[in-house]
């Protein structure tokens, strides 16, 4: 069965404190993972999608990055308003959608 | 663009009661799913359709009815709430044409059963 684990579960950092969430994932053949946000009170927002080991992708101070085994998203010097929670999913083969739980993340001014 | 529109936002029902989430999206995509989403859990399916009149169940379909009349509307239906059904609900939509992966969420809808 297509699994995701995201970890930390929690994250705080303090403004400008660089760091990394981690996203490991087992799927019978992956068709794309993808890294969304999620604001407190909202629904699930698009960052970003990986398709092959290597590949990376950059939006402002996130770099999402994926290997055969797991995908990182690297946050260089964050602000507050990058609070919230990151979630992982990966699509396999049959077109099944798999998330993880999620970290949160708190950028302390 | 409203893109995918849910109501209500919040609902309070008693065991036993019946209730329809809304669900709405303007941007003609033929695929729409409803997700719930538990403290701890990954967002789940619980059903999805690939087009009007065609339905299917995702990994959590229990206590759960749809149905896709048009391209724009997916509500989702408890016929008979139970406490285990208190989540956050996820309507999301996408195209299906090549290449398209990219789910679009709406703001979710905050169901309590007690």
């Known amino acids: 069965e297509d699994q995701v684990t995201q970890s930390p579960e929690a994250l705080r950092l303090q403004e400008g404190e660089s760091s990394s969430l981690n996203c490991s994932y087992t799927?019978?053949?992956?068709?794309?993972l993808f890294w969304y946000r999620q604001d407190p009170g909202k629904g699930p927002e698009f960052l970003f999608t990986?398709?092959?080991a290597g590949e990376e992708k950059e939006k402002e101070r996130l770099k999402a990055t994926l290997t055969k085994k797991e995908s990182f998203l690297h946050i260089t010097a964050p602000k507050p308003e990058d609070s919230a929670t990151y979630l992982c999913?990966?699509?396999?083969?049959?077109?099944?959608?798999?998330f993880g739980a999620g970290t949160r993340l708190t950028v302390k001014p | 663009n409203a893109g995918v529109t849910q109501t209500p936002k919040f609902q309070v029902l008693k065991t036993g009661q019946s209730m329809t989430l809304q669900c709405a999206q303007d941007?003609?995509?033929?695929?729409m799913s409803w997700y719930r989403q538990d403290p701890g859990m990954g967002l789940r399916l619980i059903h999805y359709?690939?087009?009007?009149?065609?339905?299917d169940q995702g990994e959590v379909p229990n206590g759960y009815n749809v149905s896709r009349s048009t391209t724009e509307d997916f509500p989702l239906r408890l016929l008979s709430a139970a406490p285990s059904q208190t989540s956050v609900y996820f309507c999301?939509?996408?195209?299906?044409?090549?290449?398209?992966?990219?789910?679009?969420f709406g703001a979710g809808s905050r169901l309590t059963v007690l």
């Open positions: 999913a990966v699509r396999s083969l049959n077109n099944d959608m798999r």
């Open positions: 990986l398709y092959s």
């Open positions: 359709s690939v087009g009007a009149g065609i339905t």
């Open positions: 999301a939509s996408r195209a299906t044409v090549a290449g398209a992966n990219v789910l679009t």
């Open positions: 941007m003609n995509h033929e695929y």
């Open positions: 799927v019978s053949g992956l068709r794309g």
